[in-house]
């Protein structure tokens, strides 16, 4: 049985990060799991601040990994909607294609937080999203992102605004 795929997504909030996730899903036959999904259903209106965010995430992190390594094993391409935005992240989603024994594909979003921060106010003016950000919390979590580097271990594809 051959290994499967890992697509990963980084960006800033509101840089398309789940458009291009159903987008790779379907160009793929991927399954996509998202992080947004998952801690809205698990603790609906229980995260309220980035500490809240931080345990929440962990926790579903834990729980999560030995069920996508089984997954990529078995063949199947994953596409991870879950924040890859700091190195950390990325080094727990790079251990899951190392556990798979495959490396992973890092889509970068590189777009400028003028473009990201008026996404932001159509989709919380929209309410399709699981969680609603505002401009402070947006400020707050474009301040913690970091852009991958190449040294991380990652097939790296860079997305510009168009």
């Known amino acids: 049985m051959s290994a499967g795929a890992l697509q990963l997504i980084t960006g800033k909030i509101a840089a398309g990060k789940s458009t291009l996730s159903a987008k790779l899903a379907v160009e793929t036959g991927g399954l996509v799991l998202a992080e947004d999904q998952w801690l809205a259903t698990l603790y609906p209106a229980q995260i309220t601040s980035l500490d809240d965010y931080r345990r929440e995430s962990d926790r579903l992190r834990t729980a999560i990994a030995p069920l ?16 890859a935005n700091t190195i950390a992240s990325r080094t727990w989603m790079r251990g899951l294609a190392d556990a798979a024994g495959i490396t992973a594909t890092l889509h970068f ?31 707050q979590f474009t301040a913690h992102f970091v ?16």
Do not use: M, W
């Open 109 to 139: 979003l590189d777009l400028p937080d003028e473009l990201c921060r008026q996404r932001l106010h159509a989709r919380n003016a929209a309410g399709t999203h699981a969680y609603q950000a505002s401009d402070a919390e947006f400020d």
């Open 147 to 162: 852009p991958p580097q190449a040294d991380e271990g990652f097939a790296i594809i860079r997305h510009e605004a168009s």
């Open 68 to 83: 996508i390594v089984d997954l990529l094993k078995r063949g199947l391409t994953i596409i991870l909607d879950f924040p």
